[in-house]
Each structure stands twice: as structure tokens, then as C-alpha cells.
């Protein structure tokens, strides 16, 4: 689904990208599998992230990533 293609896109690990949004663990591998779905504001996050670059690159410092996918 497009959530494991912007986390591929960015070279992130499902830790990672829930590093990446402040989310518990195991919260990626359970959106990924469709058990449970994001709220609105990780969804809006999400797509923000994906379109705009220099927010990933913010938030990825912010979250103390490497900006892999820049």
C-alpha cells in the first residue's frame, strides 16, 4: 500500500518510520497489515512527508534519522 511505499521511499525500517512519526512500536507493522488504520493527522503527516522533501529532511532530524531518502 502507499504507507510501505513512502517508508521504502525514504529507506526506513518499520522502527524507523515509527521513529520517524512519534508512534509506538509495532503501530507501522499493524497499519501495514491493515489491522488498524492511521488517525487523520499521522494520515495528513504522512502525506505531507511524501510530497514535500524538506519536511521529511526536518522531521527525520527532528526525530534523530538520517534523511536517507533525500
Known amino acids: 500500500?502507499?504507507?510501505?511505499?513512502?517508508?521504502?521511499?525514504?529507506?526506513?525500517?518499520?522502527?524507523?518510520?515509527?521513529?520517524l512519526l512519534g508512534v509506538g512500536p509495532k503501530t507501522v507493522v499493524r497499519w501495514e497489515r491493515g489491522t488498524v488504520f492511521q488517525n487523520r493527522a499521522t494520515d495528513a503527516l504522512?502525506?505531507?512527508?511524501?510530497?514535500?522533501?524538506?519536511?521529511y529532511a526536518f522531521q527525520a532530524k527532528r526525530s534523530g534519522l538520517v534523511a536517507a531518502g533525500l
Not at 502507499?2 to 521513529?19: C, D, K, S
Not at 504522512?46 to 519536511?55: F, H, T, Y
Open 46 to 55: 504522512l502525506r505531507i512527508l511524501a510530497a514535500v522533501p524538506e519536511a
Open 1 to 19: 500500500g502507499e504507507l510501505i511505499a513512502i517508508r521504502t521511499r525514504f529507506g526506513l525500517t518499520q522502527a524507523e518510520m515509527e521513529r
